[in-house]
């Protein structure tokens, strides 16, 4: 996305295929059409234009990275509010967010892999915000092969750490 953004040679019209949105490969691949102007989510080019996005099917898509160290809260809710009544899909990584709200979608991921740590496989939303609820739900959300993990938890009866819901309606 950012060799696009600095392309100057892109002309209203044009469709650019992406092979990733930060690097080559990480997930993030996507079809864009250039404009002058988009109400719709899009990436500013250097030339004045917008390269509005054609597929929108998984986070990466809007930035997420899923490496469990950046936050990816912004970019996870730009890719639930360009879908709705859609689906949006969590390719396998661990996305460190907070607060989303959700209505209308279909959150998907790659599946649960239960292990000695498992937050580290699979499709996994992390949460260390410990007052706002990871999802604030409302109509038609569905979810589907996603886990959720704590990492204040310490797996014992005694002493828990209080968490807010995780998702509240």
Known sequence: VDAMKKNLKIKTGDIIITTGYYSAGDGGSAIYLVKSFSGKYHEELNNGLVAELVTMDNVRQFGAKGDGITNDTEAIQNAINAVPNGKMYFPTGT?????????????????????????????????????NPLINASIGLTIDGLSFYYPYQTGTTENPIPYPPTIKA
């Open 95 to 131: 996305y460190l967010c907070s607060n989303i709200y959700a209505e209308n979608v279909a959150l998907v991921g790659n599946g649960i892999v239960i292990d000695e740590e498992p937050y580290s496989k699979g499709s996994v939303l992390l949460s260390t915000d410990m007052i």
